[in-house]
């Protein structure tokens, strides 16, 4: 069990959720928190927990937060630089990466050099320079556990697995989404607010979106490949709408492992902090009397292009995944501010895939350099649209 932790990303849903969680486990302490622009929520928090230092994305938001908390003895920092101050302080022995997109990478990988635990729910860091993340964490003794209910599940599957070589293959487990079952032609009139409305879980709303266009299986995908160190052909995905079987590995010899539970993102997000110990939690127990049927089915490939898109980044690799992941961040935020349609997402997102110069083996430079083209193609190809 870790005994302090900051936690970048603290009034989001897994934040928050965090926080529920350590407001139970009163022997962990915090050291930081970070967060955008949320200065209400923010102060709360400090007010509550106390850190030694709380960081927003603004120097505008840090000035209103410090007036708000003036009374506290924590320090108020912002911007890239406060965000990595609080993934490297002296104090914190784990930090959660609970803040969204390109932003969470830099600090991850000074909470690594750090040798801090990662608790990784930030999945664009792995997505966009898995190889990276994953050779610096070997390199510096950094112990990263996901978060994401997904890895968490084949995290706890492979517990006992002895050698890699046992493994044949990953099986994802996708609820489908608002959208299962719909056609194209019904998908090109869906609104904003059909698309936040996730069957199973409670999360923010740009992930929600990514779920209804299954790019957020497309990102676990590349996720597990570089998490676990294994090849595209290995990974593999299903429809289980219920949301109970949380994923499996299946080994060569042909069992199957499966991690069940209630979705309820506090069970690995305990894990994260508590591992490799298991305490009580307050998730509701899964009664395999009253959950129902579980079924499982392919994914619909031709419906939800997304998926697909995301499998062919990771073949291709190099910057793919970046560009790839740039221009679904600048998607998603113009189709949450209803300025292109549902369908357009993929279709920005894979002309800007093409548009992007390859850079085969990059470095961290040309990773975000290929995130911020593919951000600035999708930007002038919505402005051809609308002209």
Request: charged share 25%; with cysteine.
């Amino acid at each position: 069990m870790v005994k302090c932790v900051s936690i970048l990303g603290s009034t989001g849903s897994i934040g928050r959720q965090s926080l529920d969680i350590l407001s139970r486990l009163p022997q962990i302490k915090v050291a930081a928190l970070t967060a955008g622009t949320s200065v209400e929520r923010m102060a709360q928090q400090c007010r509550t927990f106390l850190p030694e230092l709380a960081v927003m994305a603004t120097q505008e938001a840090a000035r209103a937060l410090s007036n708000q908390i003036q009374d506290l003895p924590i320090r108020v920092s912002w911007g890239e630089e406060g965000l990595i101050e609080a993934a490297s302080l002296d104090s914190a022995d784990c930090v959660i990466t609970a803040v969204v997109g390109m932003v969470g990478l830099k600090p991850t990988l000074a909470a690594i050099r750090a040798g801090k635990r990662i608790g990784l729910a930030n999945k664009e860091t792995l997505v966009c320079a898995g190889e990276l993340v994953m050779d610096e964490a070997e390199k510096y003794g950094a112990e990263i556990v996901p978060v994401d209910s997904e890895h968490s599940a084949i995290f706890q599957c492979l517990m006992g697995c002895r050698d890699r070589r046992e493994v044949r293959r990953l099986i994802l487990t996708c609820s489908g989404g608002p959208f299962f079952g719909m056609s194209k032609e019904q998908l090109r009139s869906v609104t904003k607010a059909d698309a936040l409305k996730h069957p199973n879980w409670k999360m923010g709303a740009k992930i929600t979106v990514d779920c209804a266009t299954l790019m957020n299986k497309g990102l676990e995908v590349i996720e597990a490949m570089r998490l676990y160190r294994l090849p595209l052909e290995q990974v593999d995905v299903v429809i289980h709408r219920q949301s109970i079987v949380h994923s499996m590995v299946e080994f060569t010899d042909g069992a199957v492992m499966a991690q069940m539970g209630t979705p309820d993102m506090r069970l690995p997000i305990q894990l994260a902090l508590t591992y490799p110990e298991r305490i009580e939690s307050p998730v509701d127990r899964l009664d395999l009397l009253t959950c129902g049927s579980l079924t499982f089915s392919a994914p619909d490939m031709e419906s939800f292009p997304c998926l697909s898109l995301a499998r062919q980044c990771a073949r291709k690799g190099g910057t793919a995944c970046s560009a790839m992941n740039g221009a679904n961040e600048e998607a998603v935020a113009m189709f949450l501010r209803s300025e292109i349609g549902f369908y357009d997402i993929y279709e920005l997102v894979s002309r800007a895939v093409e548009a992007v110069p390859f850079v085969e083996n990059p470095d961290l430079e040309a990773i975000l350099e290929a995130d911020r083209l593919a951000r600035e193609v999708v930007r002038l190809l919505q402005l051809k649209m609308k002209n």
